[in-house]
């Protein structure tokens, strides 16, 4: 498996956990609109890894291939958060 297919495997498992994360917590609008914002820590911990800084590459070919919507707004902000993340890095972050 080439380097770019396992980066964009590892990508997609994140989102798929997102996404089964977000199901448990269906009842909490804030989290189902912007995640990055929810209170669930088990939502906030995978959008941490989802945005780690070694995640860019893979977070950009993502949202190139996201169509729209939703999904593809999340894409963005996490391809945002995850830049920022690389120009400042933290050393708490945890690994991706």
């Known amino acids: 498996m ?16 997102l996404s089964q994360a977000l199901g448990r917590v269906n009842s909490n609008a804030a989290c189902a609109q912007a995640p990055w914002n929810c209170d669930d820590l088990r939502v906030r911990e995978i ?5 780690h800084p070694e995640n860019l590459l893979a977070l950009e070919q993502w949202l190139c291939q996201v169509a729209d ?7 963005r902000k996490a391809l945002g958060t995850c830049r920022e ?10 690994p991706a």
Do not use: F, M
């Open 85 to 94: 993340r690389v120009r400042h890095p933290d050393e708490s972050s945890p």
């Open 2 to 17: 080439s380097t770019d297919t396992k980066r964009i495997h590892r990508v997609l498992l994140l989102w798929l956990e």
């Open 47 to 51: 959008w941490q890894r989802l945005t």
């Open 69 to 75: 919507g939703e999904w593809a707004d999340w894409a």
